[in-house]
C-alpha cells in the first residue's frame, strides 16, 4: 500500500505567495524563465532556474548554476519569506483551469513506495535530467518542486477533502495564464492521521502523473543518503519526497502533438498515396481540423488539413502500448515512411504540447520551418494506468498534463 505523510513545510508568508509561485522549471526554457520572472526578485524561478540570474550562455549544468540555486533558496528563508511550519501538516492544493477545478494533497511520498514500484511509471527517464534534478536536490538539501502523482478514485478522500475546503484557504490567487491556484493547510490531527490511513491501508499503488525526473531524482537522492548512513532508522526526513496527489478521475490529459521537418524525400503526392495503406484520408481544407476520437490523427501539410483514421489493422486495443496513436504514427508514418526512428534523438521531429493549439502546429509549418504536423487524440487516464500497471513504457512526448502544479507553494527540508 501507498505512503502519504503529512510533514513541516517551508511555505511562503501568505502577502508573498502569488509573487514566489512559479511554474516548473522544465516548461520554460532558460530565456523564457528570464523573461517571466521579469524584475520580481521573489519568483521561485531563480531557485529552479537559477542560471537567470547568472551570466546568459553560462552552462547550466555547472557547480556555479547550482549554488546560486542555494543561494536564492537561502536568501528567502533568511528574510523570511518562506517559513517552516510548527507542527507536520498535510496541504490541500486546488486548480480550476478551463472552468474545470481539481483538488490535490500535498504530502510526502515514500522513497521506498518508488524503489518498490508502488509508485507506478509510465515514461523512462534520461540520465542527465536525472543527474540535474539529483544535484538540485543535493545542493539545496530540500525537494523544492512537487511532483505530480494521481490516486485511484477514492469516496473517503473526497469526503475529507470537501471538508477542508469548506474553510478559507490560505492562498489564493490567480496566475498570468488564467489558472486559479488555491491552498489550504490541514493541520488537524485527526484528519491527517485518517488521510495517512486511507492511503497505507486502501490505495495499493500511486502513478507519477507528471513530473518522472523530479520523481526519480528525489527517490534516488534519497537512497544514497540511506547507503550513506550507518545510522539509518528509516524515520529520517530523506525516506520521503513532496508531492502532489489527485484523484485519477479528476485529471485532464490533453495532445501532445508533432511536427516533422521534411517528408523524406518524397513528393506530398507520394507521401499521401502511401498514407493510404494505412489510414482513411479525408481532405479538410485549410480550417483548422481536431482529432475526433481515439485512432484518428489530424495532420496539416501544405496548408490544408486532413483527417486520417487509421485502418484496424495498424493497432491492437488490448495491448497497451499497440493501441496508442502515437504508436501507430510511428509504426505507420515515422519509421517506414520519413525514417524517423529514435523519436528522442532525432533532429527532424519536434513536439507541442496541445496547451498551445493546433494553431502553433499550423504556424510552425507556413513558416517553413516545418513540413508537416500531426495532431493526436489525448491519452486517457485509463490508458495510462494500464501501462504504468503492466510496467510498459509509453513513447516519448505522449501526454500533456494541464494545469501545471506551481512551484515554490510548499517545500520539503531533507533533514
Wanted: aromatic residues 10%; charged residues 30%; negative net charge.
Amino acid at each position: 500500500m501507498a505512503i502519504l505523510r503529512s510533514f513541516r513545510g517551508f511555505r511562503p508568508k501568505k502577502e508573498y505567495a502569488h509573487l514566489i509561485a512559479s511554474r516548473p522549471y522544465d516548461v520554460l526554457s532558460s530565456e523564457e524563465a528570464r523573461l517571466e520572472a521579469g524584475d520580481n526578485s521573489y519568483s521561485f524561478l531563480h531557485v529552479i532556474k537559477p542560471e537567470i540570474d547568472l551570466p546568459q550562455g553560462i552552462d547550466i549544468h555547472s557547480d556555479e548554476v547550482y549554488e546560486k540555486g542555494k543561494e536564492n533558496l537561502q536568501k528567502l528563508i533568511d528574510e523570511g519569506i518562506l517559513v517552516q511550519d510548527e507542527h507536520p501538516s498535510l496541504y490541500v492544493y486546488a486548480q480550476t483551469f478551463r472552468g474545470k477545478t481539481q483538488y490535490g494533497i500535498a504530502g510526502c511520498a515514500s522513497v521506498l513506495d518508488y524503489m518498490n514500484n508502488v509508485i507506478r511509471k509510465h515514461e523512462l527517464t534520461r540520465p542527465d535530467k536525472e543527474e540535474d534534478r539529483k544535484n538540485h536536490v543535493r545542493r539545496t538539501n530540500f525537494n523544492a518542486e512537487p511532483v505530480f502523482f494521481a490516486h485511484p478514485p477514492h469516496e473517503e478522500i473526497d469526503t475529507v477533502i470537501r471538508s477542508v475546503i469548506s474553510d478559507k484557504p490560505e492562498y489564493r490567487f490567480t496566475a498570468d495564464d488564467g489558472i486559479e491556484h488555491i491552498f489550504w493547510i490541514v493541520r488537524d490531527r485527526k484528519i491527517i492521521t485518517r488521510i495517512e490511513e486511507i492511503f497505507a491501508t486502501e490505495i495499493p499503488f500511486t502513478y507519477v502523473a507528471d513530473g518522472h525526473h523530479r520523481t526519480a531524482a528525489a527517490a534516488l537522492v534519497g537512497n544514497e543518503r540511506k547507503q550513506s548512513n550507518p545510522g539509518h532508522t528509516g524515520k529520517e526526513e530523506y525516506n520521503y519526497f513532496l508531492a502532489v496527489l489527485f484523484s485519477a478521475d479528476q485529471l485532464t490529459i490533453i495532445d501532445y502533438n508533432r511536427v516533422v521537418k521534411d517528408l523524406n524525400g518524397l513528393s506530398k503526392e507520394e507521401f499521401l498515396k502511401k498514407l493510404e495503406a494505412s489510414f482513411l484520408i479525408s481532405h479538410k481544407g485549410s480550417k483548422i481540423f481536431h482529432p475526433t476520437e481515439r485512432h484518428n490523427i489530424s495532420m496539416y501539410l501544405d496548408g490544408e488539413w486532413y483527417s486520417m483514421s487509421a485502418r484496424k489493422h495498424t493497432y491492437n486495443d488490448d495491448d497497451p502500448i499497440a493501441c496508442l496513436d502515437v504508436t501507430v504514427l510511428s509504426r505507420e508514418i515515422l519509421i517506414p515512411l520519413l525514417d524517423i526512428t529514435d523519436l528522442r534523438k532525432s533532429k527532424r521531429i519536434d513536439f507541442v504540447g496541445g496547451i498551445r493549439g493546433l494553431e502553433e502546429l499550423q504556424k510552425r509549418v507556413d513558416s517553413g520551418e516545418m513540413e508537416a504536423a500531426f495532431a493526436m487524440y489525448p491519452v486517457s487516464m485509463e490508458q495510462l494506468t494500464d501501462i504504468a500497471d503492466t510496467e510498459n513504457i509509453m513513447p516519448p512526448k505522449t501526454t500533456w498534463f494541464e494545469p501545471k502544479l506551481r512551484s515554490g507553494l510548499v517545500l520539503h527540508h531533507l533533514e
